[in-house]
């Protein structure tokens, strides 16, 4: 499995409704994780999810994001081909006024060496 290291200036976005089908993706999204827009919006956005991940990660960021807090931590996608790319993202929660429903901003930057280490063997214990 081929692994995509994100650049420093690399930064992913999207948007998703309350279900997180995404709404949004920009184009550092789209590059790193292969897809074109047409074939984000309006799929899940665990289009991207990657095996390693454990669902308690999930579990716990749709937990605050629906209390209303922001979110961060690392995560493992994967990507069209197979690949994958690790993050560090932070949702927002946040209502759409255009949409008039809640929706959920993704900003996903480049973690260090270290921190991936790190959140790799904190998932090791969560399966």
């Given at each position: 499995?081929?692994?995509?290291?994100?650049?420093?200036?690399?930064?992913?976005?999207?948007?998703?409704?309350?279900?997180?089908?995404?709404?949004?993706?920009?184009?550092?999204?789209?590059?790193?994780?292969?897809?074109?827009?047409?074939?984000?919006?309006?799929?899940?956005h665990n289009i991207?999810?990657?095996?390693?991940?454990?669902?308690?990660?999930?579990?716990?960021?749709?937990?605050?994001?629906?209390?209303?807090?922001?979110?961060?931590?690392?995560?493992?996608?994967?990507?069209?081909?197979?690949?994958?790319?690790?993050?560090?993202?932070?949702?927002?929660?946040?209502?759409?006024?255009?949409?008039?429903?809640?929706?959920?901003?993704?900003?996903?930057?480049?973690?260090?060496?270290?921190?991936?280490?790190?959140?790799?063997?904190?998932?090791?214990?969560?399966?």
């Open positions: 499995m081929k692994e995509y290291v994100l650049k420093s200036d690399d930064f992913l976005v999207s948007q998703t409704d309350a279900k997180g089908i995404i709404l949004f993706a920009n184009d550092d999204f789209c590059k790193i994780a292969g897809y074109t827009i047409d074939e984000l919006v309006g799929k899940p991207v999810r990657h095996r390693d991940m454990p669902k308690a990660a999930f579990k716990d960021l749709w937990e605050t994001v629906k209390s209303g807090k922001i979110w961060t931590g690392y995560v493992k996608n994967s990507t069209k081909d197979g690949g994958f790319y690790w993050v560090y993202a932070t949702v927002y929660p946040m209502y759409d006024e255009t949409r008039q429903a809640q929706t959920y901003l993704s900003c996903r930057r480049k973690p260090s060496s270290q921190e991936i280490q790190e959140a790799e063997a904190l998932y090791k214990t969560l399966r």
